[in-house]
């Protein structure tokens, strides 16, 4: 029978996290974990969309990325973010994810970016996705911090519209072109993300396999 990951993530007891990290409390200091996240030590390729992006906007974006790609370890994910370039198209490569921008708060009045999965697999693990930044939001810091929120939603992290402000990078945005009050995962963010991954890797453990090497 196969392991359907996505099923233990979704329904991972909220009390697990709270009698692991006290401080941490889903819904008020920690995101929910999120629907989808890339595979354990993905190095996830990124491109930017050709002549979207300013110099000091493309450096806030890579900053973004290297944060993330600094808690690799601490959080046990063993993912990476790194740079490949400029595109014109939406790039559907394993752990590829592109970064391009649309008009996205004029078409939905709540939100100033997504995180959309372009390819996943069977067991819900991100293959490909991209993120949108809407065409408006030019403040290199404030689109440090919707890069920062978007790769938390590519690590296992849900919004957080209840959660103090300045607790979660998930937090709710107060303007096209204002932060969240962070620019960089939370440590709550991190526990969180410590472990969706401690499960991941628990349930890949326990995959049974029959005499074939087939998933039973």
């Not at 499960?199 to 039973?216: C, F, M, P, S, T």
Request: proline share 4%; charged share 20%.
């Amino acid at each position: 029978m196969k392991t359907i990951l996505l099923a233990i993530l979704i329904f991972f007891p909220i009390a697990e996290l709270r009698a692991q990290h006290q401080g941490c409390i889903t819904n008020r200091s920690a995101p929910p974990i999120g629907a989808y996240y890339w595979p354990p030590d993905t190095q996830v390729s990124v491109y930017l969309t050709r002549g979207m992006f300013t110099v000091e906007q493309r450096k806030t974006l890579l900053a973004a990325m290297s944060a993330w790609s600094g808690t690799a370890i601490q959080t046990g994910s063993g993912v990476r973010f790194s740079y490949t370039g400029e595109t014109d198209v939406l790039v559907a490569c394993r752990g590829c994810l592109t970064v391009t921008r649309r008009q996205v708060h004029k078409k939905d009045r709540k939100h100033y970016a997504f995180f959309n999965p372009l390819k996943q697999s069977a067991d819900g693990l991100l293959i490909a996705a991209w993120i949108d930044f809407d065409f408006a939001t030019t403040s290199p810091q404030a689109l440090q911090g919707f890069m920062a929120h978007e790769l938390g939603h590519g690590m296992g992290l849900w919004d957080c519209t209840t959660c103090k402000k300045k607790q979660t990078i998930m937090n709710s945005f107060p303007g096209i072109n204002s932060d969240n009050g962070l620019i960089a995962a939370s440590g709550c963010d991190l526990e969180v993300v410590r472990q969706v991954y401690h499960l991941q890797r628990q349930a890949a453990k326990n995959i049974v396999l029959d005499d074939a090497g087939q998933e039973k």
